[in-house]
Each structure stands twice: as C-alpha cells, then as structure tokens.
C-alpha cells in the first residue's frame, strides 16, 4: 500500500508564501513523476507543476516564476514553494505521484490534499 501525504497549507495574506511539502510512503520500488495539482471551488482541477525524477519541472503558466517545486529522491518527497500569492491561488493543492511498487505494479497515488488560502 502507498500513501501520499501533504502538509503546509494554511491562510497567508496577499503576496505571502508558502511552502508545501508531499511525502510518499509505502511499499514503494521507485517513483517517476511528481506534481502538484489544484482545485478552487467551484472549479476542476488543474496542473500546478509537474516534475520528473530528474528534477526536470513543467509549470502552468499561472505560476511560472513565483513557484518553484524540488523532490528529494531519497526521502520520497516533493515540495512547493510558493511565493507572491495572489487570492486566485486559493484552492486545495493535491500531490500526485507515478509509483512503481515493490510489487512491480505501477500505480497513480494521489494525497488528499491541503488547502490554502490568500486572502487579507
């Protein structure tokens, strides 16, 4: 079994930052992709970053050049920094992870994600 388990979220004012972090845990062999996902209310899902094993990152371009996200391979984790917050990055920020297991089964692992909210 795998889980994925965010922490960070919180209420931060206008131009503020925040700094998500996602563990894995688990019967986990390997991970390949990481990502942050967001929904606001009363709206789907979004990519936030998507980033590879490598440490390579795609960003919406929402949030190109305020957030940065890292993995530490070794300590299966994923983080968000998250700088100049504006009130539309408010939303439930969900991690998401790519993993093969010890099993050699590959599966999608999503956390149950961690809200956060800009706003003054």
């Known amino acids: 079994q795998v889980q994925l388990v965010e922490s960070g979220g919180g209420l931060v004012p206008p131009g503020g930052s925040l700094r998500l972090s996602c563990t894995a845990s688990g019967s986990i062999f390997s991970i390949n992709t990481m990502g942050w996902y967001r929904q606001a209310p009363g709206k789907e899902r979004e990519l936030v970053v998507v980033i590879g094993s490598g440490g390579s990152a795609n960003y919406a371009d929402s949030v190109k050049g305020r957030f940065t996200s890292s993995r530490n391979n070794a300590k299966n984790t994923l983080y968000l920094q998250m700088n100049s917050l504006k009130p539309e990055d408010t939303a439930v920020y969900y991690c998401?992870?790519?993993?093969?297991?010890?099993?050699?089964?590959?599966?999608?692992?999503w956390g149950k994600g961690t809200l956060v909210t800009v706003s003054s």
């Open positions: 998401n992870a790519d993993i093969v297991t010890t099993a050699y089964y590959r599966m999608n692992a």
